[in-house]
């Protein structure tokens, strides 16, 4: 058995683990547009000239507007930015959208599907972090033109290398900006080729002395990147040169508190403060539209949830693989094929999807959801049982199990 480290970012949204191959890792299945959210892709001017592109996903209310704006930014995964998948912070982004906010999520110069370059500026994280704040400034003036944002009601949050780059633009006096909230803040030099912790702070002092926007950050006990120690530091520093942030150092979550905003349970850590943060500066709290939720897939009584011999279709290695599932975290699937071909995801965007989308491809025809969270969802079919009795009887090509990651990753998050 393969197995990948999950990368930071991988930590956020969430991970993928298959019967497959490791030249396929890098690619994620793209997932459908959420229509309840009236999801859809925009592309927003980047640069000097404006002649990149930034691919930017934009949710929003029903209506015409005008409507408060919450801009989030991502982070980086490990190597090439371009290949980083389309980030949508889905639940932030529905938490908001039920409060009357359109949502926007740009993916900076040189990541995913954006033109123009990434740049890259190693060690000096405060060069980093005002890099990456250009391409956020863009946004921002791309958003207050359009006749359905209210261009005075802003607010820019961001998660890891996005809380950096979020920080960096708060030394910018910036027209409608209300507030920033800075997510698990910063960025690493795994290669360990500088003090990027010192970098860190001073970078944080620097956007501190010249820092024009309030702003609210939030670092969890467990968080892999930026321990409680290092935020404390970054935080002193911010204040202590003049800026104006409140640090929230909430407890452990999950496995990890880096990827604590794009999980589905991190609403239940995040909202208190921010909804107090929002009030502070302005902005609009109260629930104004509902979000039909998303179906779910009826229960089964195939077997119990533990029984890893009942599973359809399974080798040995895929058994080995299902008991590496029953012990992920929620929110979690499980999808097999007749072929053999199994994987499971979790944490991150539509685990399920995710699962199904992976198999599919691995297997080269449709998968099934066996379990999803805590339950089993399938249901038997007589031929399905008939062709898992043949396959199960026939040998079979031994193909090792890699641990895939989702839309997340990143050693520099």
């Not at 780059?165 to 209300?178: E, K, S």
């Not at 935080?235 to 990827?259: I, M, N, P, T, W």
């Not at 026939?394 to 839309?407: D, M, N, Q, Y």
């Amino acid at each position: 058995m393969i197995k990948l480290i999950p990368s930071v970012r991988n930590l956020a949204l969430g991970v993928v683990v298959s019967l497959t191959v490791l030249p396929s890792l890098a690619v994620e299945p793209a997932l459908e547009l959420d229509h309840r959210l009236n999801e859809r892709i925009v592309l927003i001017p980047a640069g000097k000239t404006g002649k990149a592109m930034m691919e930017t996903t934009v949710f929003r209310p029903n209506g015409p507007g005008p409507y408060p704006l919450l801009i989030i930014n991502h982070g980086k995964d490990s190597g090439e930015p371009s290949r980083q998948t389309r980030d949508r912070f889905i639940f932030m982004a529905t938490a908001f959208v039920k409060r009357g906010y359109a949502v926007m999520v740009p993916m900076r110069q040189g990541f995913a599907n954006s033109t123009g370059r990434y740049k890259d500026f190693g060690c000096n994280m405060t060069a980093n972090g005002y890099s990456q704040a250009n391409d956020v400034r863009d946004a921002v003036d791309f958003a207050r033109s359009l006749d359905w944002i209210d261009a005075g009601r802003i607010v820019v949050a961001g998660q890891s290398y996005g809380g950096l780059a979020t920080m960096a633009l708060g030394t910018q006096n910036v027209p409608g900006v209300r507030g920033l909230i800075n997510f698990a803040g910063g960025l690493r030099d795994d290669a360990n080729r500088c003090d990027w912790r010192g970098e860190l702070v001073r970078a944080f002092g620097a956007y501190g002395a010249a820092n024009k926007i309030a702003s609210l950050w939030m670092y969890g006990a467990n968080d892999s990147l930026f321990g409680p120690e290092l935020a404390s530091r970054m935080h002193a520093a911010f204040v202590g040169s003049g800026g104006q942030a409140r640090l929230v150092e909430y407890g452990k979550f999950k496995r990890d508190a880096h990827g604590m905003i794009a999980s589905r349970d991190g609403e239940k850590v995040w909202w208190r403060d921010t909804e107090r943060f929002l009030k502070q500066i302005g902005m609009p709290t109260e629930e104004r539209y509902s979000v039909t939720a998303q179906p779910q897939m009826p229960k089964s009584d195939f077997a119990r949830l533990d029984d890893v011999d009942a599973v359809p279709f399974l080798t040995e290695k895929g058994r080995q693989g299902y008991r590496e599932y029953l012990a992920r975290m929620t929110p979690r699937a499980f999808a097999v094929s007749a072929t053999g071909a199994w994987c499971w995801a979790e944490e991150g965007e539509d685990p399920d999807a995710r699962a199904l989308a992976t198999c599919a491809r691995k297997a080269g025809q449709p998968c099934k959801l066996y379990s999803v969270d805590e339950h089993i969802v399938w249901r038997s079919e007589p031929a399905a049982l008939e062709r898992a009795t043949t396959i199960a009887a026939a040998p079979h090509r031994p193909i090792g199990t890699t641990g895939a990651t989702g839309s997340t990753a990143a050693v520099n998050n």
